[in-house]
């Protein structure tokens, strides 16, 4: 009796769910003492951080391949060595004039993993911690702590508004031209949500959702990142030329810029005002995914094949990806069970384990690519519909942010 009615939540995606609620209580608990991934390695602490949190990390794999009945051996070595890759990316990211240009620690997972793959080959004791699907479910739970829909309340009606008005608008647009251009559906729908929400978690949380090829996303975050250094620069310049105010020029950095590091560094260059709007809308698009997530999941889970009736209620359940329950029910918890302090605390400890998480993740990635498929004939579609989208995204978000900051906000007080 007991077997039937637990046997519903031994998959790999409840099993996530449960993964990631008990880090999460973790973190809660005792935050203190949850390690943290070091962005520099100068040290004999910084390694000993790096050290924890891998065996953290591997504590998770281990626990979570046990309850699905999957082999252990050689899971050691080979989480050590895609671990140590992601501990390379990160002090990468971190060299102060590789920070200052924009590239985060994904763009140097993902191009170890293809130095590795393309260069040297993957043997087989590497293959048992190649699960990158595995990781990125762990990490978009995780994620759902660090979104706070008070954050978003308290900065006013006019970012939300922003954020809706854009989101609805770039990510139609994005997909259907991405459709036009014959690019396949799934690279669409991830492509769809990288421009419109925000960049690298938006595509990493789409592809979960609807079971995505990892190397099309591998495509799509390299896009996004390549395309932001340069944004975060012109921005600015491109403000300062049209003569925007800060509030305005803010909401529109904050708007089309796909990652909130570049969105805070671009923002800083025009000054304190332009900072915080950038942020404040930025935010508001983040608050956005779990919902965007929801949407799509439930259209993915829902649709039929033309030779098949539509699905039951209950066969969509059975298909909806359940760490995306974990997500909102995440996002939820930490925004309303506990206080803005609180919340806030916990969320610097969970973005943490994300963040690594993803690392992980995308040095598999890399190690399962090919550089002929990530840069190959058949990516030069999406390459064009990404940029038109942007190009989209950047004259709608500047005619609906000088609406909104530039006109109602002054003429309403």
């Known amino acids: 009796m007991k077997k039937e009615l637990f046997s519903p939540f031994k998959n790999e995606d409840w099993i996530i769910v449960f993964a990631g609620a008990a880090i999460l209580a973790l973190a809660l608990l005792f935050p203190a003492s949850m390690p943290s991934m070091p962005s520099r390695l100068g040290d004999g602490a910084a390694w000993l951080e790096a050290g924890c949190m891998f065996l953290f990390i591997l504590a998770v794999t281990c626990a979570a391949s046990a309850a699905l009945g999957r082999p252990l051996r050689g899971i050691f070595v080979s989480l050590l060595t895609v671990f140590a890759l992601a501990l390379a990316a990160q002090a990468t990211a971190g060299i102060p004039p590789v920070k200052e240009y924009g590239f985060e620690p994904v763009f140097f997972s993902v191009l170890f993993g293809l130095l590795v793959s393309n260069l040297l080959g993957v043997p087989s004791w590497l293959r048992p911690a190649i699960q990158s699907e595995f990781y990125i479910k762990i990490g978009i739970v995780c994620l759902g702590s660090t979104i706070l829909f008070g954050e978003v309340l308290e900065s006013g009606a006019y970012g939300l508004a922003q954020s809706l008005i854009v989101v609805v608008a770039v990510w139609y647009f994005a997909f259907r031209i991405a459709r036009r251009m014959k690019v396949d559906e799934e690279m669409s729908t991830m492509l769809a949500s990288a421009v419109s929400i925000c960049g690298v978690s938006a595509a990493i949380a ?3 959702v609807i ?12 896009l996004v990142l390549v395309v932001a250094i340069p944004m975060m620069y012109l921005m600015p310049w491109l ?13 529109w950095m904050g708007g089309t810029i796909d990652t909130t590091g570049a969105v805070a560094a671009s923002g800083t260059l025009l000054g304190q005002t332009a900072a915080q ?31 098949r009736p539509r699905p039951t209620l209950g066969t969509i359940w059975e298909r909806f990806p359940k760490f995306v329950v974990g997500f909102i029910a995440a996002s939820l918890v930490f925004s309303f069970c506990f206080d803005a302090e609180t919340a806030r605390s916990v969320g610097k400890v969970t973005k943490g384990f994300s963040n690594t998480l993803f690392s992980i993740a995308f040095v598999c990635i890399g190690l399962e690519t090919r550089f002929k498929e990530l840069f190959g004939q058949q ?33 309403l007080g």
């Open 206 to 208: 789409t592809c979960g």
């Open 211 to 222: 079971k995505g090829d990892n190397k099309k996303l591998s495509y799509v975050i390299s």
């Open 239 to 251: 403000s300062q030329l049209l003569g925007l105010n800060q509030e305005v020029a803010g909401a």
């Open 277 to 307: 709007t950038a942020i404040i809308v930025k935010s508001s698009q983040n608050v956005l995914l779990g919902a965007a997530a929801f949407l799509i999941s439930l259209y993915w889970s829902y649709r039929g094949r033309e030779d």
């Open 379 to 411: 990516n030069r579609r999406p390459l064009k519909a990404f940029l038109s989208a942007q190009l989209f995204n950047i004259a709608v978000t500047l005619a609906v942010a000088y609406l909104l900051f530039g006109v109602l906000k002054p003429l």
